[in-house]
């Protein structure tokens, strides 16, 4: 049998292509050690020679290897353990002003060479069909540099054992404390990218990510009724060390919240009592209520509502067959007065926050990291940018957005982390609910849905709580809300000052025709927000 | 070119059982070729191909098991890949539901190959995309769309001498248009393992013509409605539905067909007794797969007959547990990913809803007032327990008065489970294919829209 590879081309502009993301697999002791980087820098510069040889005006290559595990378990058995490492590298190009794409899992210089003049071979190609020539905001060459996530324990090394030890434990705790059935995983992902490109830039990052979860589920026969609670952890661009289960990195409450470190134990105890409670929870009455709206919940809320809304291809048109366009339309943004929320609402754009799943050195196409306003005092300000994105609001300078999820997949705009800041004035949540008449607060994330311009939206969440009189009387359910983007933003009434300030997240948001995943962030503090529509979601079938 | 031919994809699983040392090893090829061309403001935005070789390899010693995947072929390499599955089914704990492998099989054979697909061609790609852009153009709308193809095998063998082989086709286009002042909006979807079969001009004109109608909408309060949901609106409820049909779930008392104080609501009636839901690889409009994810052959399935649930999915493990056959009950179907941000995630596919003789047009006729769905967009669940989604309507949305389109509407979104919609059938179509089923348009009777959206 010949060796075989896999062989992929694309064309103009943003996509990628349906091909496995994690194309090679390996046992725990695979390959660790990083590609030596005089070798990485030798292949990149065959791929950029090659194609400026071929004509090519901008070349850029990734090579990347990426390992990544899973760890899965049922209450006290292990259902699946996956390892997989993939190794290869992407190479685009602009030549007759048209964008080449090409990848390779062969790393030689010959075949990246090939690879690299393939790429030429289809920019020129689709150059025909292009009505307007690719223009790349400049970025000024970097030389050698790198860049690792900040973290002080490497999931990557640390044992197996210890992590079915810990989910094994957590569910036990669960179903010691009147959970009927537990689910847990575990999810680490590390990204070691190697960039360059003719601009003179070779970028090195190490970059991990790490995902700890359960569903507890508690059923009650007698009514053939069940409950569930997920957990309340954060995906995070942190290492293991956010399971060290230190106490200061929480904050105590109606129910523990977790900031830098988490304690998925005690959670799992926690969420079983309350799978438990849910079953006497008061169904909800609908009607308006003012939402208190913790950070573990608000994040998905802010990633559906402004996170998608304010990406520059969707309000150009680019994602129309799927993931739709936008409401924030470029003349909304050039009339410098639209206001997606009141003078309360500001959102920060950024690469950079530590922490985050979006933090990153430098992105996919060679930009350092940054951070810029999109919402400033309730006004929509800017939008989500890619180098071939800039010219179009008259910008001189991307904002870092590129990224495409392996070596195998075209880079193209992708959210960064965008965060609700927190309020001036100093405010805690307790200092919050004793101003709310008749309100319920939320925690975590649960059901989601907005429409394909980000209009009107509808949510759930993993704890409801209500509050009377500034007082929290016990826990509802059946319940979900329901509102418009902007009319949302602008019945915000309060914001949580710094000290509640925390980061939630999603760790596979999907876009694209075929569709690549990315993880971001999105930080806020507990926010109200005054008479949202509540609906019960009750249903007898 | 990694579409292998059956003698050769043995050949090579041969070889990597070879290596192995493990009490039991199973070793999966998959492999093909697909192409795509994607566009957007009628023009092409991506044209992209792939050839894809990828072997998944899970060797076990008593009840522990590994995984490895590799895409490299040499000697060394299969060789490398059976050490790592075997190190990892060391590493792991003992899994207490581990159920051996199965031994020879018999298959049954469904037409889910066509040559011409097979050999489509970047320029075949360019010339369909042309067609749809040339609409678009003609008509002054703004178009964007995607059009995929793939030729692709799958093929097994374990040391117990199951030995399988699968060769398919399938092609896929969609459209969605709006109006230059992006007030109206249309879509258009159509899949097939015959490319031949696919006209994406037709797909366009549908579009086009649902974006020009719906340029001008008007609001309707939200509320109960009678409703004409087109196959693409509907398929994915109803596939969610199906997927939920799992048994463990159910003994467990956690899946909408389990029943207070314990037991299934298997055998009992809980919608119209005009729905019947099937699977059926032998199906000619609807090929499927010779076996499940753990080699069962795959056969006719009967989900809902008469309105009644007369099928729940197993795994083989849990089958035994309860007392059954492993081997006789329907397989359980693959799931989704956790934590996807993805709108309309995939459901299951191949179901099959028989319907009647009536068009869509006919339909509409018999419908004194009602709203016409074209497609249902971000469905998530609500609630497990009733099955309850929510989501919304998109790409032209009708109102519908005397048996006629009067205008376009406002698009709403549903609060509604399947199971409730299923109850409230009052006509059916012709089936027609939907995202990889055959699902026929329906009329249905008191369907929930909870608010409205201004979104086109």
């Known amino acids: 049998m010949n060796r075989r590879h896999f062989i992929q081309r694309t064309g103009l502009a943003t996509s990628a292509l349906l091909l496995p993301s994690w194309s090679r697999a390996a046992a725990e002791l695979a390959s660790r050690d990083p590609l030596p980087g005089a070798l990485k820098k030798r292949l990149a510069d ?116 210890e992590k079915v030890e810990l989910l094994l434990a957590a569910n036990a705790a ?83 919240r977790y900031f830098d470190s988490y304690d998925i134990i005690e959670d799992a105890t926690i969420a079983a009592e309350q799978a438990r409670t849910k079953h006497s929870a008061k169904s909800v009455a609908p009607g308006q209520y003012d939402l208190v709206l913790d950070p573990s919940h608000l994040f998905l809320t802010i990633h559906e509502s402004v996170g998608h809304a304010t990406e520059l291809d969707r309000v150009l048109g680019y994602e129309a067959n799927f993931a739709g366009t936008s409401f924030a339309t470029l003349d909304k943004w050039e009339s410098k007065n639209f206001a997606y929320g009141n003078k309360l609402v500001n959102f920060v754009a950024d690469r950079t926050q530590p922490g985050s799943l979006g933090a990153v050195g430098y992105d996919d196409e060679g930009v350092p990291a940054k951070e810029w306003m999109i919402i400033k005092d309730g006004i929509l300000v800017d939008y989500q940018k890619t180098r071939d994105q800039a010219h179009i609001l008259g910008q001189k300078e991307s904002d870092g957005c590129s990224y495409a999820q392996s070596w195998a997949d075209v880079q193209f705009q992708r959210m960064p982390n965008v965060s609700l800041q927190p309020g001036k004035t100093p405010l805690t949540v307790a200092d919050m609910i004793k101003n709310v008449e008749k309100g319920i607060y939320i925690l975590g994330r649960g059901s989601y849905s ?85 609906i019960n979601t009750a249903r007898r079938i | 070119m990694a579409l292998l031919t059956e003698s050769e994809a043995q050949a090579l699983l041969q070889k990597v059982l070879s290596f192995s040392k493990a009490d039991e090893c199973e070793a999966s090829l998959v492999g093909g070729t697909s192409g795509n061309l994607r566009f957007a403001r009628n023009t092409v935005s991506t044209s992209g191909g792939s050839d894809t070789l990828t072997l998944d390899i899970q060797s076990t010693f008593g009840k522990r098991t590994g995984r490895a995947r590799i895409n490299e072929f040499d000697d060394a390499s299969l060789a490398k890949a059976v050490r790592q599955s075997e190190e990892l089914a060391r590493l792991a704990p003992e899994n207490p539901e581990y159920v051996s492998f199965l031994g020879p099989q018999t298959y049954l054979e469904p037409k889910a190959f066509v040559d011409a697909t097979a050999a489509t061609t970047p320029a075949q790609r360019a010339e369909a995309v042309a067609k749809s852009i040339a609409v678009c153009n003609q008509e002054g709308l703004t178009g964007a769309g ?58 366009t004109r549908t579009a086009a013509r649902k974006a020009k109608l719906s340029a001008e909408t008007r609001a309707i309060e939200p509320g109960k409605y009678t409703v004409i949901l087109e196959p693409a609106a509907s398929v994915d409820l109803i596939g969610h539905m199906v997927s939920a049909m799992n048994a463990r779930n159910t003994d467990e008392g956690r899946s909408f067909l389990s029943k ?196 086109v």
């Open chain 1, 46 to 161: 065959a791929a950029l020679n090659a194609a400026t040889a071929r004509g090519a005006s901008y070349v850029d290559v990734r090579i990347g290897r990426y390992l990544n595990q899973s760890v899965a378990t049922r209450e006290d058995r292990v259902q699946d353990v996956t390892n997989t490492e993939s190794y290869g590298a992407g190479i685009r190009v602009i030549a007759n002003g048209a964008w080449g794409f090409m990848a390779t899992d062969q790393l030689t210089v010959d075949t990246i060479a090939r690879a690299a003049e393939e790429a030429v071979a289809i920019a020129k190609a689709n150059a025909i069909l292009q009505t307007e020539p690719v223009v790349l905001a400049p970025q000024k060459g970097l030389g050698e540099v790198t860049w690792k996530t900040p973290i002080r324990r490497n999931p990557v090394e640390v044992p197996l054992a």
């Open chain 1, 174 to 256: 669960a179903l010691k404390h009147g959970a009927d059935f537990v689910n847990s995983q575990l999810f680490q992902v590390n990204e070691q990218k190697y960039f360059a490109s003719t601009d003179g830039s070779y970028i090195d990052q190490d970059i991990h990510r790490i995902w700890p979860t359960f569903t507890v589920t508690a059923v009650d026969k007698q009514s053939g009724r069940f409950q569930t609670r997920n957990a309340l952890s954060a995906p995070s661009g942190r290492g293991y060390d956010y399971l060290d289960a230190n106490p200061a990195g929480k904050r105590a409450g109606v129910t523990p």
């Open chain 1, 450 to 534: 907005i429409d394909q311009q980000r209009y009107n939206f509808q949510f759930g969440g993993q704890l409801f709580y209500e509050i009377k009189n500034g007082e929290i009387t016990g826990m509802l359910r059946d319940l979900a809300y329901q509102s418009n983007t902007q009319e949302f933003w602008n019945s915000c009434s309060a914001i949580c000052d710094q000290r509640d300030y925390q980061l939630g997240g999603t760790f596979s948001d999907g876009k694209g025709q075929p569709s690549q995943a990315s993880a971001v962030s999105h930080g806020s503090a507990t926010t109200r927000f005054d008479k949202v529509n509540v």
């Open chain 2, 146 to 203: 995607y059009l995929d193809d793939n030729a692709s095998f799958v093929a097994v063998a374990n040391t117990r001498g199951l030995r399988g082989y699968q060769r398919s086709t399938g092609v896929g286009f969609s459209i969605t248009i709006r109006t230059k002042d992006a007030k109206g909006s249309g879509y258009g979807v159509s899949d097939f393992n015959d490319i031949r079969s696919l006209d994406t001009e037709a797909v």
């Open chain 2, 260 to 455: 207070p104080g314990g037991g299934s609501r298997l055998g009992e009636k809980i919608m119209d007794e005009r729905v019947n839901i099937h699977s059926d690889p032998m199906h000619p409009e609807l090929p499927g797969n010779k076996w499940s994810f753990d080699g069962r052959p795959q056969s006719r399935v009967d989900w809902i007959k008469n309105g009644v649930v007369t099928s729940m999915a197993y795994s083989r493990y849990w089958a035994r547990k309860q007392g059954l056959s492993g081997e006789g009950t329907p397989p359980v179907s693959g799931g989704g990913v956790i934590g996807s941000e993805i709108g309309a995630f995939e459901g299951i596919s191949g179901l099959i809803m028989t319907g009647g003789t009536a068009s869509l047009d006919e339909l509409i006729k018999g419908v004194e007032r009602g709203v016409l769905v074209t497609r249902m967009w971000y469905i998530r669940p609500v609630d497990p327990q009733t099955l309850l989604y929510t989501g919304l309507t998109r790409d032209g949305t009708f109102y519908v008065e005397n048996g006629e389109i009067k205008y376009a509407i406002k698009n709403f979104r549903f609060n509604e489970s399947p199971v409730i919609m299923l109850n409230n059938l009052e006509a059916l179509g012709r089936p027609q294919r939907a995202n990889a089923c055959l699902i026929p348009p329906m009329v249905v009777r008191d369907f929930t829209f909870s608010s409205l959206s201004d979104a």
